[in-house]
């Protein structure tokens, strides 16, 4: 897709976003160096590049439709993998100060590759479980915005990002047509953390013929410090 027209006129009508060109190139850009780096590391599922631009470029950005125009702040990324949603975002919104958190080596050095060349500033990296730094003075109840795409149970993602968040904190957390009733699943998780689902926005994608859902949670209490639980815990046990 030369120059990335489509993906700009896609953003344009899907999200209201204006790309510049270089916002565009950079799309482009870290689009061939997943195809190539996946070759090597197998680092994501979708490898065509139609597929990424959707699935994974435009998907990310939907995060907008519960973060508003314009957002500023702190964003945490937990389970980021290859930079999703983080990246994209801080592409289009470089104020944001960005912190992504994945536990496979092979995927962080990729986000530092991606973060280096194109010259993106605040943006932090860390190789650890997200697990561990919730209890860290420098990440717990500091952020404004925390992400998570679909890299587990909803009661299980709720016990990773509110204790990251501050008080009035949001949490987006990106699901499939199960969304809705796994919303509901995490109630009572939220409710032992300090949150509450605020909004549940359904997301069209072209050519992605199933219904995805932004779960919006907001951070109405402080989170007791027990947790989140020692590694592993969480998926193992998951709140109820």
Same mark, same amino acid.
């Given at each position: ?34 195809? #190539?780096?996946?070759? @090597? ?25 519960? &973060? ?6 702190? &964003? ?20 944001? #100060? ?25 943006? #932090?990296?860390?190789?650890? @479980? ?47 047509? &199960? ?7 995490? #109630? ?40 989140? @639980? ?11």
């Amino acid at each position: 897709m030369i120059g990335y027209e489509g993906f700009a006129k896609t953003a344009s009508s899907l999200l209201g976003l204006k790309l510049n060109p270089r916002q565009l190139e950079a799309f482009e850009w870290y689009a061939s160096e997943l195809v #190539e780096w996946d070759r @090597r590391f197998n680092l994501t599922a979708v490898t065509d590049l139609h597929g990424i631009e959707v699935k994974h470029f435009l998907d990310s950005l939907t995060c907008l439709q519960g &973060m508003g125009p314009g957002p500023a702040g702190r &964003m945490i990324d937990v389970g980021t993998g290859a930079g999703f949603p983080g990246l994209p975002l801080k592409i289009v919104f470089p104020r944001l #100060e960005l912190t992504l958190v994945e536990s496979i080596g092979k995927k962080v050095e990729f986000c530092r590759h991606v973060v280096r060349s194109l010259r993106l500033e605040g943006v #932090e990296i860390v190789h650890d @479980r997200v697990e561990r730094i919730g209890h860290q003075s420098e990440h717990r109840g500091v952020y404004d915005w925390a992400l998570a795409r679909a890299v587990a149970s909803m009661p299980v993602l709720v016990e990773y990002i509110l204790p990251l968040l501050k008080l009035g904190g949001r949490g987006i957390i990106q699901k499939g047509d &199960m969304g809705p009733a796994e919303a509901h699943t995490a #109630e009572g998780a939220l409710r032992i953390l300090g949150g509450r689902v605020d909004q549940l926005i359904p997301i069209e994608l072209p050519t992605v013929v199933e219904c995805r859902y932004l779960v919006v949670v907001v951070k109405n209490a402080a989170t007791p410090d027990k947790y989140p @639980r020692r590694p592993g815990i969480p998926g193992k046990r998951p709140l109820k």
